[in-house]
């Protein structure tokens, strides 16, 4: 039975199916290198300007105030180095640890959704042939919409990642206040290059995985056709 055939609320079913698969995709790679001490604390030292602060921390300090302020927005501990920040920058910091928290909680919400979908797929039609196939053209489309949206924020933040950075920014923060003076700790350790970094990271991993999830989409609807062929035979 080809695409047309299929019912509706099983085209509705993939549909969703792809979707969630597309933006696991971007959540996965930025729940993975949120959680990589490594990664963090590399980027972090490598893009950090502990001296343009009025703190004038060294670079030591720098990477024990960095460590410190990601294990707390993680929601592991509260903050060893808070008295080193502004009143500002902690209200700031409170509200990405809230973010992060939040966004925590959208990732499983993603996972349990891809998994509603495909199951309401079986539930509704358990020829598992058949959700091969469907299972195949999910894979493919969630791909598809990964390397779309992977080139397009590359693109866009390429061109102008400042102005992505602030629009980013203010769908995230609203009307609270994430900008500060130059010479604030906050943003000498956390600087655009290390969110130029992360985002560049995110963004390319996602680009290699939806080409992945295309090519494995193929492989799966190759060996399903022949199969079929066999079976037939």
């Not at 597309?22 to 590399?42: D, I, K, M, P, Q």
């Not at 001296?51 to 501990?77: F, H, K, M």
């Not at 990732?107 to 358990?126: E, G, Q, R, S």
Request: hydrophobic share 60%; aromatic share 14%; proline share 2%.
């Amino acid at each position: 039975m080809g695409v047309a055939g299929w019912k509706k609320p099983v085209k509705i079913a993939i549909a969703a199916a792809a979707v969630c698969i597309a933006l696991l995709v971007f959540a996965g790679n930025a729940a993975f290198l949120l959680s990589s001490n490594h990664y963090l604390y590399s980027l972090a030292a490598a893009t950090a300007t502990p001296q343009n602060s009025r703190a004038a921390v060294d670079p030591e300090t720098a990477a024990l105030i960095s460590a410190d302020v990601v294990s707390y927005v993680r929601g592991w501990r509260n903050m060893k180095y808070a008295s080193l920040f502004s009143s500002e920058e902690l209200s700031h910091l409170a509200d990405v640890r809230d973010k992060v928290a939040l966004f925590k909680l959208s990732f499983y919400i993603l996972v349990a959704a891809t998994a509603a979908a495909f199951l309401t797929i079986l539930a509704m039609d358990k020829d598992l042939r058949k959700f091969v196939v469907i299972f195949g053209r999910a894979l493919f489309a969630s791909g598809a919409i990964a390397v779309a949206i992977s080139t397009i924020l590359f693109l866009l933040s390429s061109a102008n990642f400042d102005a992505s950075f602030t629009v980013f920014h203010k769908i995230l923060f609203g009307s609270s206040q994430w900008q500060f003076p130059s010479d604030y700790l906050l943003v000498n350790l956390f600087t655009a290059g290390f969110f130029a970094s992360f985002a560049k990271a995110v963004v390319v991993a996602a680009f290699a995985e939806g080409l992945a999830l295309m090519l494995v989409s193929v492989v799966v609807g190759k060996f399903y056709n022949q199969k079929a062929t066999s079976i037939s035979a």
